[in-house]
Structures are given as structure tokens and as C-alpha cells.
């Protein structure tokens, strides 16, 4: 193993790999407006090495919001204006915003705790893994013939991994299409996993006012892909973004949309967000969210994995300036998403290939297409919110950009149940009575998968 340089290693101190709650006083966030391909190489160069935390994704001629160590910004500077970059420095002290926005999250628990017994559900702020966890499994116990919570994998810090199937035939048996919905795989993009709850409550506890959607249609959400990460950002570091595997305990975690096989790409250091591992699907949850996607892979019509954000409605292939054979159909599709959005006076979401529009790298959505032959997969990246700054979005913004996401759903879970599925052969047609177990995550399994997907 290659071991990082002394200075590499300061840096990965400075940038929050310690165990110790995380402050960023006086780190500098930056719009940057990327207007051609020298310049857009230039400032993933400086992500690459861990100079620079990119808080949202942008294309040509789009702006990009990008977090810097203090102590860089003269040399930053310099940079971008060699590369003629435009910038603006829109935050001196990135940590108020942190602040902010804890203060805004106790004032709204404060609220929520006073009046919960009356309206226990809300989206005016961002819940914790345990109140996740608890909203599924109560709704599993209120909506049985609808809901089952499954546990598909545990993580590296044995944390339970958790989807959720919604039907209203009760169980999920592979005779009607799927949508498949995982969220926050990137542990700092709350609006992700926000958006993936309020979609659950409007499929469960709204169903009525969506029978469209149910219709036809079978929903598997994961609204929570990076357990341990996501705990991690509430409790030590706001805007941590791998899962917390300590394999180097300097600085640990897995960039985990970075760690699936196909295509995978070696990164050399540990210390920068975008690692994607000692080797292909090494982590836990990959492994978890690889198994849940064969499990369904028959009948699954349309994957998206949620992230957040940038406006952006991305489809494969991400890895390479190579487009899927039927990119057009994926294209008009999203273009449908987008439109959807735009009626209820939300962001105008573009639409295309990911290595196109941001940077070429792979992703869930690559795995799932090239490796299942899911033909319809997406990333999709949120809406950043009415101050457009990133992972830092005010309360009041929540409820409005997973409203927004919700018609995009509309359009996926709409167009899905137009599809077929292919029948099973004679022998496997019977579908079995009980609801079906908890998908076992073994080793030997695990191993499978992974030889299978890297054939």
C-alpha cells in the first residue's frame, strides 16, 4: 500500500478526518463559472488531489459551488485567475453557515417535539437516521397490506441498511414494473434523503390522492444508502460525504457511488472524498444496494439514485464521453421529468449525459444499466435550494425542492407502469403466500455478485 505525503496528510487533517466534531471557521465557498473544458480539468485536478470540495455540479457555462482551506484561497485565487476563471467569494466563514443551519434544526425539533402528537410528520426539517428508521417501520405496522421494510445489508459499523417496498398487491412479486429509488449514498446531501420520505409518505399515506402511481407501478425505496455516513454528518461532520469503513484510520471512508464494478476506477488517495476504494465493491453497502438491484432486476423499469445537487437529470453512461444505446428514449424521458418541475414554477433541470454534462465517472446508475440492463437509469441531482449554495439548504426549502422531486417521480412511476415485465419461466411462477424475508447479505453471495458484475 502507498502511503500519502506528509503534506497530503496535513491536508486531510485540515479537511475534517478527524474524530472530533468537525468546524470549517474560516474556510472560503466560491461560485465559479466553468465556461470551457481546460478550465473544468484544471478545478478537478485541484478536487483530485483534495484541495477543493465541490458543494454542487455544474457543466459548461454553468456555475459550480466549491468550498476551499483558508489557508489555500491566495494560491486558489491566483489559479483561477490564470485559468480565467469568473469567480465569486459568496462566504468567508463557511462555519456560520453550519451554524446556522444548527440552529435552525433545534428551534425546528423544538417545535416538532411540542406539537407531534397532533402532526408527527413534517418536512420542515432534516431527520436523523433513527427517525427514518422509525417512520418505516411504523408504516410497515399501519399499512401492512402495502408496506414491508427490509433489511438488506448491514454497514461496517453494523448499522442496519433499510429499503422499503410499497405496493398495493401487499408483496413485490416481480409480475409488475419496479421503480427502484436509493438516496443519500453521498452522506452530506440531506435533500436527497428528504426527498426520498416524502415520496414514501405520499405513496403510503397520501395513496389516495396518487392511485395513478400505485396502479401499476411497485416501489422499492432505499432512503438512506450510507447509514453510518449519514449518522456521521448529524453527530461529527456536517459535510462528511463517504461512508466511515477505517481502513486507514488517518482517513477513513469510501466514496460509495464511486465503488460499484463497472467501470470502476483506481484512486490512489484515501484522503479525498472521491476514493473509491481498495478494489471494486469492497464496501458493505455497495454490496447491499448490488444485491437489492439483482434481487428485482427483472422487473425493474426505472432506477434513480438521488442526489443533491445541481439541477441536473443525468443518465448513463457517466464513465466515458459514450452514450447508451438508447440515450435518445432516456433523454426524452428526462426531458419529461424536467418539464414536470418547471409547471409548479420549479428550476429548469437540464438534461443528458453525465460524462457530457459534469465529468466522466461511474456511478450506480452506469452499474445498474450496463451491468442489469436496466433501461431507464438516472441520477438525479436536486435542486440546491432558493440561495443555491449546496448541501446547505434552509428548512423552508425542504418541503419545496422534494415537492419538486415528487413530480419527477410522477413522471418515472407513471411511464414505469406503462411497461411489461417479462414472464418467469413455468417452473418459478409461484409466488409464495408470506411476505418475503429480510435479503440476506452473506459472504459467498457478496463474492458472486461481485464476479458476475465484473464478467
Same mark, same amino acid.
Given at each position: 500500500?502507498?502511503?500519502?505525503? #506528509?503534506?497530503?496528510?496535513?491536508?486531510? $487533517?485540515?479537511?475534517?478526518?478527524?474524530?472530533?466534531?468537525?468546524? /470549517?471557521? *474560516?474556510?472560503?465557498?466560491?461560485?465559479? =463559472?466553468?465556461?470551457?473544458?481546460?478550465?473544468?480539468?484544471?478545478?478537478?485536478?485541484?478536487?483530485?488531489?483534495?484541495? !477543493?470540495?465541490?458543494?454542487?455540479?455544474?457543466?459548461? *457555462?454553468?456555475?459550480?459551488? &466549491?468550498?476551499?482551506?483558508?489557508?489555500?484561497?491566495?494560491?486558489?485565487?491566483? @489559479?483561477?485567475?490564470?485559468?480565467?476563471? +469568473?469567480?465569486?467569494?459568496?462566504?468567508?466563514?463557511?462555519?456560520?453557515?453550519?451554524?446556522?443551519?444548527?440552529?435552525?434544526?433545534?428551534?425546528?425539533?423544538? &417545535?416538532?417535539?411540542?406539537?407531534?402528537?397532533?402532526?408527527?410528520?413534517?418536512?420542515? %426539517?432534516?431527520?436523523?437516521?433513527?427517525?427514518?428508521?422509525?417512520?418505516?417501520?411504523?408504516?410497515?405496522? $399501519?399499512?401492512?397490506?402495502?408496506?414491508?421494510?427490509? +433489511?438488506?445489508?448491514?454497514?461496517?459499523? *453494523?448499522?442496519?441498511?433499510?429499503?422499503?417496498?410499497?405496493?398495493?398487491?401487499?408483496?413485490?412479486?416481480?409480475?409488475?414494473?419496479?421503480?427502484?429509488?436509493?438516496?443519500?449514498?453521498?452522506?452530506?446531501?440531506?435533500?436527497?434523503?428528504?426527498?426520498?420520505?416524502?415520496?414514501?409518505?405520499?405513496?403510503?399515506?397520501?395513496?389516495?390522492?396518487?392511485?395513478?402511481?400505485?396502479?401499476?407501478?411497485?416501489?422499492?425505496?432505499?432512503?438512506?444508502?450510507?447509514?453510518?455516513?449519514? #449518522?456521521?454528518?448529524?453527530?461529527?461532520?456536517?459535510?462528511?460525504?463517504?461512508?466511515?469503513?477505517?481502513?486507514?484510520?488517518?482517513?477513513?471512508?469510501?466514496?460509495?457511488?464511486?465503488?460499484?464494478?463497472? =467501470?470502476?476506477?483506481?484512486?490512489?488517495?484515501?484522503?479525498?472524498?472521491? /476514493?473509491?476504494? *481498495?478494489?471494486?465493491?469492497?464496501?458493505? +453497502?455497495?454490496?447491499?444496494?448490488?444485491?437489492?438491484?439483482?434481487?428485482?432486476?427483472?422487473?425493474?423499469? #426505472?432506477?434513480?439514485? !438521488? %442526489?443533491?445537487?445541481?439541477?441536473?437529470?443525468?443518465?448513463?453512461?457517466?464513465?466515458?464521453?459514450?452514450?447508451?444505446?438508447?440515450?435518445?428514449?432516456? %433523454?426524452?424521458?428526462?426531458?419529461?421529468?424536467?418539464?414536470? $418541475?418547471?409547471?409548479?414554477?420549479?428550476?429548469?433541470?437540464?438534461?443528458?449525459?453525465?460524462?457530457?454534462?459534469?465529468?466522466?465517472?461511474?456511478?450506480?446508475?452506469?452499474?445498474?444499466?450496463?451491468?442489469?440492463?436496466?433501461?431507464?437509469?438516472?441520477? !438525479? +441531482?436536486?435542486?440546491?435550494? &432558493?440561495?443555491?449554495?449546496?448541501?446547505?439548504?434552509?428548512?423552508?426549502?425542504?418541503?419545496?425542492?422534494?415537492?419538486? &422531486?415528487?413530480? @419527477?417521480?410522477?413522471?418515472?412511476?407513471?411511464?414505469?407502469?406503462?411497461?411489461? $415485465?417479462?414472464?418467469?419461466?413455468?417452473?418459478?411462477?409461484?409466488?409464495?403466500?408470506?411476505?418475503?424475508?429480510?435479503?440476506?447479505? @452473506?459472504?459467498?453471495?457478496?463474492?458472486?455478485?461481485?464476479?458476475?458484475?465484473?464478467?
Amino acid at each position: 500500500m502507498k502511503f500519502p505525503s #506528509v503534506a497530503l496528510l496535513v491536508l486531510a $487533517v485540515s479537511l475534517g478526518c478527524q474524530a472530533q466534531f468537525r468546524t /470549517f471557521q *474560516n474556510y472560503k465557498l466560491y461560485k465559479l =463559472r466553468v465556461t470551457d473544458s481546460d478550465q473544468a480539468a484544471e478545478l478537478h485536478n485541484w478536487y483530485d488531489k483534495g484541495t !477543493l470540495d465541490f458543494w454542487s455540479y455544474a457543466g459548461l *457555462n454553468h456555475t459550480v459551488t &466549491a468550498m476551499i482551506n483558508p489557508a489555500l484561497k491566495r494560491r486558489f485565487e491566483s @489559479m483561477l485567475d490564470d485559468e480565467d476563471i +469568473e469567480f465569486e467569494l459568496v462566504e468567508e466563514n463557511v462555519q456560520t453557515l453550519l451554524d446556522h443551519e444548527q440552529d435552525q434544526r433545534k428551534l425546528k425539533i423544538s &417545535a416538532k417535539r411540542a406539537v407531534e402528537k397532533i402532526n408527527p410528520v413534517d418536512f420542515d %426539517h432534516f431527520w436523523t437516521l433513527d427517525e427514518i428508521y422509525a417512520y418505516l417501520d411504523k408504516l410497515a405496522k $399501519v399499512y401492512p397490506k402495502t408496506v414491508n421494510v427490509i +433489511e438488506v445489508g448491514r454497514t461496517s459499523q *453494523n448499522r442496519a441498511i433499510k429499503a422499503i417496498t410499497i405496493s398495493n398487491k401487499g408483496l413485490i412479486d416481480q409480475t409488475r414494473p419496479v421503480v427502484l429509488i436509493d438516496a443519500g449514498i453521498h452522506a452530506r446531501e440531506w435533500a436527497a434523503h428528504m426527498s426520498a420520505m416524502y415520496l414514501i409518505h405520499q405513496l403510503v399515506e397520501k395513496a389516495e390522492k396518487h392511485v395513478e402511481l400505485l396502479e401499476n407501478t411497485d416501489w422499492i425505496i432505499l432512503p438512506v444508502a450510507n447509514p453510518d455516513g449519514y #449518522v456521521y454528518t448529524h453527530e461529527q461532520n456536517r459535510l462528511w460525504r463517504k461512508n466511515r469503513y477505517t481502513d486507514n484510520e488517518l482517513c477513513p471512508g469510501v466514496d460509495l457511488n464511486r465503488n460499484f464494478p463497472f =467501470r470502476w476506477g483506481y484512486t490512489s488517495n484515501s484522503c479525498t472524498d472521491g /476514493f473509491s476504494g *481498495n478494489a471494486p465493491a469492497s464496501e458493505k +453497502e455497495t454490496r447491499a444496494l448490488m444485491l437489492l438491484m439483482a434481487q428485482y432486476s427483472r422487473a425493474i423499469k #426505472v432506477y434513480l439514485s !438521488l %442526489h443533491a445537487c445541481g439541477d441536473y437529470i443525468l443518465y448513463p453512461y457517466g464513465y466515458d464521453y459514450t452514450l447508451a444505446p438508447n440515450a435518445a428514449a432516456m %433523454h426524452a424521458l428526462g426531458q419529461r421529468a424536467a418539464r414536470a $418541475v418547471q409547471k409548479v414554477e420549479g428550476p429548469l433541470y437540464e438534461v443528458g449525459n453525465a460524462a457530457d454534462l459534469l465529468y466522466p465517472a461511474n456511478g450506480s446508475d452506469d452499474f445498474i444499466y450496463g451491468s442489469y440492463g436496466v433501461e431507464y437509469a438516472y441520477t !438525479l +441531482e436536486l435542486s440546491c435550494g &432558493a440561495r443555491g449554495y449546496g448541501f446547505i439548504i434552509e428548512t423552508e426549502q425542504i418541503g419545496k425542492i422534494a415537492g419538486e &422531486a415528487f413530480e @419527477m417521480f410522477r413522471v418515472f412511476g407513471e411511464f414505469a407502469g406503462t411497461q411489461t $415485465v417479462a414472464k418467469r419461466p413455468r417452473e418459478t411462477m409461484a409466488v409464495e403466500k408470506e411476505k418475503p424475508q429480510p435479503v440476506k447479505v @452473506m459472504e459467498e453471495e457478496e463474492k458472486e455478485e461481485v464476479k458476475e458484475s465484473e464478467e
